[in-house]
Antibody, heavy 120, light 108 residues
Framework: EVQLVESGGGVVQPGGSLRLSCAAS????????MHWVRQAPGKGLEWVSL????????NYADSVKGRFTISRDNSKNSLYLQMNSLKTEDTALYYC?????????????WGQGTLVTVSS | AIRMTQSPSSFSASTGDRVTITCRAS??????LAWYQQKPGKAPKLLIF???TLQSGVPSRFSGSGSGTDFTLTISCLQSEDFATYYC??????????FGQGTKVEIK
């Protein structure tokens, strides 16, 4: 079955940076769009960003646009999220999630998440 | 952005009950709707996509219906393992891909 393992979370001060990684396995990574979705403590799901299979197309939520950058390395079956200028409201569990070959498709697998805490 | 509104936000039910959760989109999304189940401390799990197509391995007591702006998730006979929070998500118009606020199903 599809496996997605996130890493890179931690505690960071406001204004700081963090880079999340997601190691993917058991599917042909380069064929699929990938998402980052976050969940603040006790809250619902918020879509953050998407990247197409070849990495040529990216999208961002307005709340992170200009601060976060999604990327992927298909040779390493890895997805990344570079987070700069972090704010306290970015505190959340960040999930790496697999889309489908078409961008307008649901998320069918999720990782277990990595926790990002932004606090002074 | 398309806004997704679920109702109710939470409710209590008993094992064996038939339960229905509603999701309303602020604009027509055709059938581009998914339902997810999330248990405490776990990642969400895809239950239904294209409004009514059951994901492989999901029990048949789960069903989805609707198109356009109004959708429902029905659990025909609630089991103990179904107590969880359920989210709808539209993938018709993006960005952003938007989720409903969630519906928590609790034990009565």
């Amino acid at each position: 079955e599809v496996q997605l393992v996130e890493s890179g979370g931690g505690v960071v001060q406001p204004g700081g940076s963090l880079r999340l990684s997601c190691a993917a396995s058991r599917f042909t990574f380069e064929d699929y769009a990938m998402h980052w979705v976050r969940q603040a403590p006790g809250k619902g799901l918020e879509w953050v960003s998407l990247i197409s299979g070849d990495g040529g197309s990216t999208n961002y939520a307005d709340s992170v646009k200009g601060r976060f950058t999604i990327s992927r390395d298909n040779s390493k079956n890895s997805l990344y999220l570079q987070m700069n200028s972090l704010k306290t409201e970015d505190t959340a569990l960040y999930y790496c999630a697999k889309g489908n070959t078409a961008v307008n498709s649901p998320i069918d697998y999720w990782g277990q998440g990595t926790l990002v805490t932004v606090s002074s | 952005a398309i806004r997704m509104t679920q109702s109710p936000s939470s409710f209590s039910a008993s094992t064996g009950d038939r339960v229905t959760i509603t999701c309303r989109a602020s604009h027509d999304i055709s059938s581009s709707l998914a339902w997810y189940q999330q248990k405490p401390g776990k990642a969400p799990k895809l239950l239904i996509f294209a409004a009514s197509t059951l994901q492989s391995g999901v029990p048949s007591r789960f069903s989805g219906s609707g198109s356009g702006t109004d959708f429902t998730l029905t659990i025909s006979c609630l089991q103990s393992e179904d107590f969880a929070t359920y989210y709808c998500q539209q993938y018709y118009s993006y960005p952003p891909w938007t989720f409903g606020q969630g519906t928590k199903v609790e034990i009565k």
